[in-house]
């Protein structure tokens, strides 16, 4: 099975990050997590994506705020699918500033953008790009989605 890296712009973003982790853990799709800033380290994110592919890597999660860079960088550097995920900060607007950034792709390099903060959904989406060529990950995102209905029609439920 591939791994996907989960690459933070900053330490500070590992709480909101973590939460992709804890989501392909328990799918058992494996993962790497590190930082690399798309201004303090280019080099580095620079050399990570470049080689992404031929160390193991399926997909890319970039989690990043203020100017967010970090997710176009790798992208510019790789034909591996990259997902940003803008990250709050207290500077602008709660990250709808790194939200724009990460969306605003020029032509030919894209990244696919989740909300902000959205690392759950950052790490599903890794998980639907893997499980098309791993059967058993699409059945485990089946199992999922059919347990997450099953709690709301339970919701309803209570309701009534």
């Known amino acids: 099975m591939k791994k996907v890296a989960i690459i933070m712009g900053s330490d500070s973003d590992l709480p909101v990050v973590r939460k992709a982790a804890d989501t392909l853990q328990s799918f058992g799709v494996p993962y790497e997590m590190h930082v690399y800033s798309a201004h303090r380290t280019p080099v580095q994110a620079r050399d990570f994506a470049l080689n992404a592919r031929n160390n193991g890597f399926g997909v890319i999660i970039a989690a990043a705020g203020m100017a967010a860079h970090l997710a176009g960088a790798l992208a510019a550097n790789t034909t591996l699918p990259v997902i940003g995920i803008p990250m709050k900060s207290t500077t602008f607007s709660n990250g709808i500033d790194a939200l724009l950034s990460t969306v ?44 997450d209905a099953e709690k709301v029609l339970e919701k309803d439920a209570a309701l009534q």
């Open 104 to 147: 605003q792709m020029p032509s030919g390099i894209p990244v696919a953008t989740v909300a902000v903060d959205g690392a759950v959904n950052a790490a599903l989406l890794s998980i639907q790009i893997l499980a098309v060529e791993d059967a058993s990950l699409a059945e485990k995102l089946d199992a999922k989605r059919a347990a």
